[in-house]
């Protein structure tokens, strides 16, 4: 039997804890379908459930591309005294293997961070993205909706800002998404335009 995950270390750049966090193993990963919106259905395990990376002393959160990326020492700083203050009162292992739930939570600490990191539009549009695909997986239509308007209004300003690729979307996919996003946020005339 093939093994799902393994674990990978690492360094968080805020409290410099090390930990360690599942990653899915490439061989697990079999795509069912696509939906409209980019997201894979898959058939067992789901790498997106995993993408988030939560510091288990900080709560720091970023995807695994960019968690141990070095910051700042201000910004840093600024960091590590806003998380302080918004540090859960419940601890929750975000390095084990995770339900709908968990990941739902690993996905809004990333975007907390996002936010108190004053990322760009084109970070926080994927987080938002990608935080609506969990809602939906978990049924919560209230969830997806309000993430997914969210993800449309900073695709769209980071759109009209960028200069090259969003994410890992060209141009083309990125106004493809728009159009999508704003189908199912129900603005129809904005959707053909």
């Known amino acids: 039997m093939i093994k799902k995950f ?19 193993r490439s061989s ?7 939906e409209s919106d980019f997201h894979n259905i898959y058939k067992g395990v789901s790498p997106l459930h995993y993408s988030i990376i939560v510091c288990p002393q900080c709560e720091y959160a970023a995807s695994n591309t960019s968690f141990s990326h070095e ?3 201000e910004l840093a700083d600024q960091l590590a005294m806003a998380l302080m ?32 990191k004053k ?3 084109e970070e926080l549009s994927g987080l ?3 935080a609506g695909w969990i809602a939906r ?7 997806e909706k309000l993430y997914l308007k969210e993800a449309l209004k900073y695709y769209v300003e980071a759109f009209n800002t960028s200069s090259g690729q969003i994410g890992n979307l ?8 728009i159009g999508e996003l704003h189908r199912r946020n129900g603005h129809y005339q904005e959707a053909i335009s």
Do not use: H, M, W
């Open 28 to 34: 697990a990963i079999y795509v069912e379908k696509r």
């Open 119 to 121: 990322a760009g539009a």
């Open 170 to 177: 060209s141009d083309l996919q990125v106004t493809y998404l």
């Open 6 to 24: 393994f674990e990978r270390e690492y360094r968080c750049p805020i409290c410099l804890a090390v930990f360690n966090s599942l990653t899915v």
């Open 128 to 130: 938002l993205l990608a």
């Open 71 to 73: 910051l700042d020492k």
């Open 137 to 143: 997986e978990s049924g919560n239509n209230n969830l």
């Open 85 to 116: 203050k918004l540090k859960s009162k419940e601890f929750i292992d975000y390095g084990g293997e995770r339900t709908l739930e968990i990941t739902l939570e690993a996905f809004k600490l990333a975007i907390r961070t996002a936010q108190l």
